[in-house]
């Protein structure tokens, strides 16, 4: 089904209504993460071996902000094109990178959900299972276009 500009619209006003407070968003989507997996934490090795408390990560509050930029560009993406093209280059970096740190499509599953509960949560007013289902979309090609890198070449 094609993503319309109303999916767009439903992505990209919602993140503009939150962005601002995307370094608190972040942290909340992280714990939200770890509460129900607490396993994860060790796959970030910025997480192991250090006193920084999660709170006050930098590295931490970067990966959550890019997963919500990002996404929200999948989504603009996907209603200009009809498929998520991100630059070569990020896209190859990113599957390197996620291939390498063993991430699974069960911890892309987690991130999903603790996504979509922490949006509904800061947007409850705006909130419906439309504006659900278009971010999931887009957080689902996303992942896609990253799985894709992270294949094995055979
Ligand atoms: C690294 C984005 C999903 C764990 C990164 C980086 C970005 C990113 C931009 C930094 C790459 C670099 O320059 O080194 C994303 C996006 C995701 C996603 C857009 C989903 C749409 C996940 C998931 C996990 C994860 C589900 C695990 C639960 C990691 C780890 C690193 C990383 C462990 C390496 C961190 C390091 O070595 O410092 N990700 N990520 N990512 N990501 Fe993700």
């Known amino acids: 089904m094609a993503f319309t500009a109303e999916k767009e619209a439903l992505v990209v006003d919602s993140w503009n209504a939150i962005k601002a407070d995307a370094a608190e968003l972040g942290l909340k989507f992280f714990l939200r993460i770890f509460e129900i997996t607490p396993s994860a934490s060790g796959l970030f090795p910025f ?3 250090t006193s920084v408390p999660l709170e006050k990560n930098p ?3 970067r990966h959550a ?3 919500f930029a990002m996404t929200c560009e999948a989504a603009v993406q996907l ?3 009809g498929r998520v093209i991100l630059k070569e280059t990020t ?3 990113l599957g390197a990178t996620h291939a390498k740190a063993g991430i699974t499509g069960e911890h892309f599953e987690l991130m999903r959900y603790a996504l979509l509960e922490t949006i509904r949560e800061a947007v409850p007013y705006m909130w419906s299972p439309k504006m659900r289902n278009a971010w999931a979309e887009s957080y689902d090609q996303l992942v896609e276009a990253i799985k894709k890198e992270m294949r094995p070449v055979a």
């Open 47 to 49: 997480l192991r071996d």
């Open 65 to 67: 902000m890019s997963v």
């Open 91 to 93: 896209i190859k970096h």
């Open 59 to 61: 590295k931490l509050k």
């Open 79 to 81: 209603r200009k094109l």
